[in-house]
Every structure is written in structure tokens, then in C-alpha cells.
């Protein structure tokens, strides 16, 4: 099996070159399945009014939006993208739905996110970890960014494991979703055929939910929707240990001095 090509400036011409037919795409293909499962991210971790939210490959900002309604337009939302045409649209329809100035959009590569530690208090992104060329640098980024008790929500395609179900969504999602995303949205990167190609290659499950333990999240519980078709990956990035800070930024003399 050949790795997909996951490098920055292909994946950024890939979701370039759809972007203009990507929300009409994915509400086609997933026959609006799709607006669900945004839904119910915003619902598992919820915004409270205040709080500082950023979602990651935020595309056209459809998670970001959702959570400006849910938090009654009283959160500050920041949507962050490396994918230029995906941000003018994401701007478009926050000015549409009139979130404009309360959701932020900003040029961004989720590897190297230009923001500042421990500021956020939930940090999301939908669809698009997968796409990311180092998975364990994308969760690190997410983690620093969060604050401490903040969390971290991947929603993320995954393989559904129950059969017949399993049978019948695979080949529709390896024969006929490629034909349609192609014959729709033509485009040189065969995004079409990327889609499930990139969602076999990425670690789902109990591997996902490793690798967010390890990138520093506590607490990570995950749960297959719509028969496993997606799944949601919770994190929360624990409160700095108040003993070992304590005992950090004490003077070296005076714990010689306790010994
Ligand atoms: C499948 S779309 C998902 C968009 C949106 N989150 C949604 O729910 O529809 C994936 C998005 O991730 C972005 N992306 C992929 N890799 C990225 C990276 N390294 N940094 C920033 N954005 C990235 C792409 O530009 C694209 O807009």
C-alpha cells in the first residue's frame, strides 16, 4: 500500500481547488449526516458564554460557526486554516450568518500554530487531523494552545466495524463517493480519491486515543456515531501539578536545606 501524500502544498492545492464546491459536497455525500456530527461535537463539549475557542482546519468554518450559535454568540471564536480559498468562503458565511468579528479567521498551518500557550478553552477540529502531515506535531499544537482544564475535541472519519453495515459503506465510500466528488468538484489532486485513501491510513479508536494520551490529554474517551462512519475523541489537558511547580520554582539552597 502507498502512503498518501499528505505534504503541505498538495494538500493546500487539493482543498484549493474544491473548495468552492466542498459544503455542497459534503452535505450531498453524507446527505447532511455531516451537520449532525458537528452537532454533536458542539453538544459533548459544550461552549459556556466567555470562553475562548479555537477550531483547527476550520475549511469554510462550519464547526467554529456551530459553536458561535451555541454559545449564543457570547464565546470568542478563532477558525485557523492553511487553505486561503477555504477561509474567503468561511469569512463569506460568517458575515452571512452575522458572526461576523465574533469568529475570527486566521491563515494558519496546524502543525505550527502562531498563537500563544494555554489560552484556549476548547480547542476542535472536524475532518481535518487526518489531513495533517505529522498527526502527533497537530495534537501537540492543540494541547499547547489549550488551557490547563481546557479541552481538546477531534472529530474524525473512521471505518465502521459492524457487518453487513460494514460491507455496504465500504464500497460506497471506495467506489461511488471518489465518482461523484470527482465528476462534482473536478480537480486535479483527485481529492475524491484521497478521502479514502487518507481515512484508511489514520489510527481510529483506542490507536487515536493513544496517541492524544501521549500528546499530553487526560480523561480522552471517544465515541462511534452514525454506526462508526465518524468518531468523536475527547481530551482534557490536566491543571499544571501545583507540588511540582511548588517545587520548581523553589531556590536550590532551601531544598538542600529540607533534606
Ligand atoms: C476536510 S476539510 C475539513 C473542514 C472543516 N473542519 C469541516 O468540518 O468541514 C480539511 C481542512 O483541513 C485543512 N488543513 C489540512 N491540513 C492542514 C494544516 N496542516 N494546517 C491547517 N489546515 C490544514 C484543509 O485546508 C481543509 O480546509
Known amino acids: 500500500m502507498t502512503t498518501v501524500d499528505k505534504s503541505a502544498p498538495r494538500v493546500r492545492k487539493m482543498f484549493g481547488e474544491i473548495a468552492g464546491r466542498y459544503d455542497f459536497l459534503n452535505h450531498l455525500l453524507s446527505l447532511n449526516v455531516d451537520r449532525y456530527w458537528r452537532w454533536r461535537t458542539v453538544r459533548s463539549v459544550p461552549p459556556k458564554s466567555g470562553m475562548k475557542i479555537l477550531d483547527v482546519c476550520t475549511g469554510t468554518g462550519d464547526l467554529a460557526l456551530a459553536y458561535h450559535r451555541a454559545a449564543g454568540g457570547q464565546a470568542e471564536i478563532v477558525g485557523a486554516d492553511f487553505c486561503h480559498e ?96 470527482q465528476l462534482l468538484a473536478r480537480n486535479a489532486q483527485s481529492a475524491y480519491n484521497y478521502l479514502p485513501e487518507s481515512v484508511g491510513q489514520f489510527p481510529q479508536g483506542e490507536q487515536l486515543a493513544k496517541r492524544m494520551r501521549t500528546a499530553g490529554l487526560s480523561e480522552v474517551w471517544y465515541r462511534g456515531l452514525t454506526l462508526g462512519v465518524a468518531t468523536l475523541y475527547v481530551g482534557k489537558k490536566g491543571e499544571p501539578h501545583v507540588g511540582k511547580k511548588a517545587n520548581r520554582d523553589r531556590k536550590g539552597p532551601e531544598r538542600i536545606k529540607k533534606k
Open 86 to 181: 477555504m477561509l474567503v468562503l468561511g469569512r463569506q458565511k460568517s458575515v452571512k450568518s452575522g458572526a461576523n468579528g465574533a469568529v475570527n479567521f486566521v491563515e494558519a498551518d496546524a502543525m505550527k500554530i502562531p498563537l500563544e500557550d494555554d489560552q484556549f478553552d476548547i480547542v476542535s477540529v472536524a475532518f481535518g487531523l487526518r489531513n495533517v502531515a505529522e498527526t502527533d506535531v497537530g495534537l501537540a499544537e492543540m494541547v499547547r494552545v489549550c488551557a490547563p482544564g481546557g479541552q481538546v475535541a477531534v472529530l474524525e472519519f473512521s471505518s465502521p466495524e459492524w457487518q453487513p453495515f460494514k460491507a455496504v459503506y465500504g464500497w460506497y465510500f471506495r467506489n461511488v463517493l471518489p465518482r461523484i466528488g
